[in-house]
């Protein structure tokens, strides 16, 4: 609105303060108590291309494992992972207890991809780091599949507290990745025997496994019906120590019918002291030089000699 001054001249009071103060194209901080105009937004910066991992040198690498960000550190860790790079451990399990606690109800991914990786670097180092953190509680949650299965992979044998209580969750991937890390104490033992009737394969099959490596005999019928059912190289290393004659001949018989656990069976036929595991093998080397077995075998009819009887074993 125009407004006329004492000496009778129309004028704008705004759009002329306006001009003296070279704001025509400048919008006003209108809740400024002086009406002065807003700050300039500031231009954005170009985002920061990401380094590349694999070209960094290991102590490069390992000094950023300590303050990287998520992304950064997931990248890193699988860098590490990839070299089996020892220098990284103590590295990684910081990272993992600085992240406890924010994985009660969710992956926590930082820790999940410090235990795998420790994992996949491997050794007693890289156990002792994880067992660690384990039993110290730096991992629950749902992140404590990973580290759990991490630990079967390190050969970390957990304790009885925690392992029960591992073996008791309501989680059956947990139960069964458990059951790799239980020692020989009583009450492993005896929950490790519990798990033979659960209601998940994985369980079972962890359960029986772990039993047969302890030489429990209470596994055997279990794991006779798993190398009937789907042979792998843990039953027939849980089997053959608690093997009978029955079991020794089932054995040579999925090295003939199994040619990729040809070796596997060899292996723990030549590593035990069952009388009649020798001459099974024999007759496996023998099958296989000649050529026969494999998918051309259905049965397998050999007449081992134990306790002067004759087994014969059939699928």
Do not use: N
Request: glycine content about 10%; aromatic content about 2%.
């Amino acid at each position: 609105m125009a407004m006329i001054g004492p000496d009778g001249i129309a004028f704008h009071p705004l759009r002329d303060w306006c001009r003296e103060q070279d704001m025509d194209s400048r919008q006003l901080d209108l809740f400024h108590p002086g009406g002065k105009p807003a700050p300039a937004a500031p231009s954005p910066q170009p985002a920061r291309p990401e380094p590349d991992v694999t070209s960094l040198a290991d102590r490069a690498l390992v000094g950023a494992l300590d303050d990287a960000g998520m992304a950064a550190f997931l990248r890193l860790a699988g860098e590490a992972a990839r070299r089996r790079l020892t220098d990284a451990i103590p590295a990684l399990a910081a990272r993992c207890r600085r992240h406890a606690g924010y994985g009660a109800g969710r992956i926590e991914p930082v820790q999940q991809a410090a235990v795998t990786a420790l994992a996949d670097i491997g050794g007693r180092e890289a156990a002792r780091a994880l067992s660690a953190l384990l039993e110290a509680g730096f991992v629950a949650g749902p992140t404590r599949l990973d580290a759990v299965t991490a630990a079967g992979r390190l050969g970390v044998i957990l304790s009885d507290a925690l392992l029960l209580e591992c073996l008791k969750s309501g989680d059956h991937r947990l139960r069964a990745a458990a059951a790799v890390c239980a020692g020989r104490a009583p009450g492993a033992i005896g929950a490790l025997e519990s798990l033979l009737d659960d209601l998940h394969a994985d369980v079972v099959h962890g359960a029986a496994c772990a039993l047969g490596r302890r030489k429990k005999e209470v596994a055997r019928k279990t794991l006779l019906r798993l190398i009937r059912a789907a042979p792998d190289p843990d039953v027939i290393d849980a089997l053959i120590q608690v093997a009978d004659a029955d079991c020794v001949a089932i054995l040579g018989q999925t090295g003939r019918r199994y040619p990729a656990l040809k070796d596997r069976v060899l292996e723990a036929l030549d590593g035990s002291d069952h009388p009649v595991a020798a001459k099974v093998a024999a007759t496996l080397r023998s099958d296989v030089d000649k050529g026969t077995g494999g998918e051309a075998c259905t049965t397998l009819d050999m007449d081992v000699v134990s306790g002067g009887g004759a087994v014969k074993a059939t699928p």
